[in-house]
């Protein structure tokens, strides 16, 4: 499951509440070995997603780096070819 979140700082534009949110979805799903929660467990597995985003929110906002804004299309396209080369298929893209 952790395979599913991707980088989120210094990007142009940067990381909107909803990447933030899924983020922290995928790693409290990781952590509690839960894709999803029982009733009894609803509450505390999703104040743990809203606790994780808030802080990482918080995160994001604070680091700082000298490197330029990495561009989302340009990451996409080299991820695709990487995917393309390992699983060796040209197909990737699809």
Not at 4 to 24: D, G, K, M, Q
Not at 29 to 51: T, Y
Request: with cysteine; proline share 5%.
């Amino acid at each position: 499951m952790c395979r599913n979140i991707r980088p989120l700082h210094n990007f142009e534009p940067h990381a909107t509440s909803e990447e933030v949110y899924a983020a922290a979805l995928q790693y409290v799903r990781k952590v509690s070995g839960m894709n999803k929660p029982s009733a009894a467990n609803a509450e505390a597995f999703d104040q743990a997603v809203a606790d994780i985003a808030h802080t990482t929110e918080h995160l994001l906002a604070d680091l700082t780096t000298k490197a330029p804004p990495k561009d989302r299309e340009t990451e996409a396209a080299k991820a695709k070819a990487r995917a393309a080369k390992r699983y060796g298929t040209e197909a990737a893209s699809a």
